[in-house]
């Protein structure tokens, strides 16, 4: 039975996101998640790529999901992209640094590697708190010891044409290019997880 449970949790990838990785506004199969399981088969990895991402979701809401989701999938990478409804909303930064903290730790004690994915907020939000929202993701990465992506929609921000008209969320053009951003934080964690496997 451990066999079998071991073989399992090598194969699963949780996105555990807000609408920018739920697919909000696309057609389903559009969103990056999606087409990040066909990377990962073009490029030999066995993963399932579970999408647990919720539209609206804030940092508070995945840290109350985010321990059944950790049962039911067992993964072994968890890649956490929440933030983005927290700086809209205006919340501290402190609260999104400790729910991301909190969620970070849960998965390591589910034993699931952790890749952060960063945001962003435009600048009309102030630059005094727009500068610790992205200090942040990167404080936690270094407290956590865990690898991060800094800006989920990097490249491509400041091009109108790749956001539908909400300007908040990217079009299926943009998506491909999130998934080459996502996957060059995953693909050592994947690289490195395969490598351990074969000690075993």
Sequence with gaps: MFFFAAFARAETVL??????????????????????????HAEGFRH????????????????????????????????LELGANDGLRGLKPQLLADNLGAMIDAAHQARARVLLVGMRMPP???????????????????????????????????????????GIHPTAAAQPRIVDTVWAGLHPLLATEGKQSARR
């Design 124 to 166: 009309n939000y102030g630059p005094a708190y727009t500068r610790r929202f992205a200090e942040v993701f990167a404080d936690v990465a270094e407290t956590k010891k865990v690898p991060l992506v800094p800006f989920l929609l990097d490249g491509f921000a400041d091009r109108p044409e790749l956001f539908l008209p909400d």
């Design 48 to 79: 399932v790529v579970v999408n647990g991402s919720v539209s609206g979701e804030t940092s508070s809401g995945g840290r109350t999901r985010l321990p059944a989701a950790l049962a039911e999938h067992a993964p072994t990478v968890v890649i």
């Design 15 to 40: 996105v555990w996101g807000d609408s920018l990785s739920a697919g909000y506004g696309l057609d389903k199969g559009q969103e990056w998640p999606a087409l990040l399981q066909t990377r990962l």
